[in-house]
């Protein structure tokens, strides 16, 4: 097993809008990426968490993919089509995680907010394998914005993209039910 990125600092870019920025973090014994209380202005853009470098094949961080302790501020995770500059129809902030025990868990006293845009959540990178969360897609506290209607800041679970408008409670349910559907539809074949 690998050790999880950790980071107890401010202002971080762990990966990025460029293939070769990006992030192989997966087969942890704990969580993928843990930036525990009062870190703020962190950004997790274009990574495979709990996927392996093919971004097919499950290789599961054993607790969250991401997570976020309490008092944390202003982070984001993903980004939207114009995350990197360009508006050109890719979202190269895009980050895939999947297949770990929750994919992101945030919240705690003092949360103030974190940015979920443009991931795929337990999918595969072409966004059509269901390669869930066992636990949960996405749980975040509230003053979080899941989502957005910029062009590529929909999440998106295996081929159904979320609302605009959802809910971070309803966010995660809406994924969560999606890739048990997903499953027992695969597993009924």
């Given at each position: ?8 600092a401010d202002n971080n870019l762990i990966g990025g809008t ?42 599961s961080n054993a607790s969250v993919g991401v997570l976020f ?121």
């Amino acid at each position: 097993m690998g050790e999880e990125f950790f980071t107890n600092a401010d202002n971080n870019l762990i990966g990025g809008t460029t293939p070769g920025a990006r992030n192989i973090i997966s087969g942890n014994g704990r969580c993928g990426i843990e930036f525990p209380a009062s870190a703020s202005g962190n950004t997790v853009q274009g990574n495979f968490v709990g996927l392996a470098a093919d971004g097919i094949t499950v290789r599961s961080n054993a607790s969250v993919g991401v997570l976020f302790g309490a008092f944390t501020t202003g982070t984001v995770i993903g980004g939207d089509d114009a995350a990197d500059g360009t508006i050109d129809g890719i979202v190269n902030a895009r980050n895939y995680i999947s297949g770990n025990a929750l994919g992101i868990a945030a919240g705690g006293p003092g949360f103030g907010g974190v940015t979920v845009q443009g991931n795929y959540i337990g999918t595969d990178t072409t966004g059509t394998l269901a390669r869930g969360n066992t636990g949960g897609g996405i749980g975040v506290g509230v003053s979080s914005i899941v989502g957005g209607t910029t062009a590529g800041a929909a999440i998106s679970s295996p081929a159904t993209p979320l609302p605009a408008s959802t809910s971070p409670t309803q966010a995660w349910c809406l994924l969560e039910a999606t890739i048990s559907e997903r499953r027992r539809t695969a597993s009924a074949r």
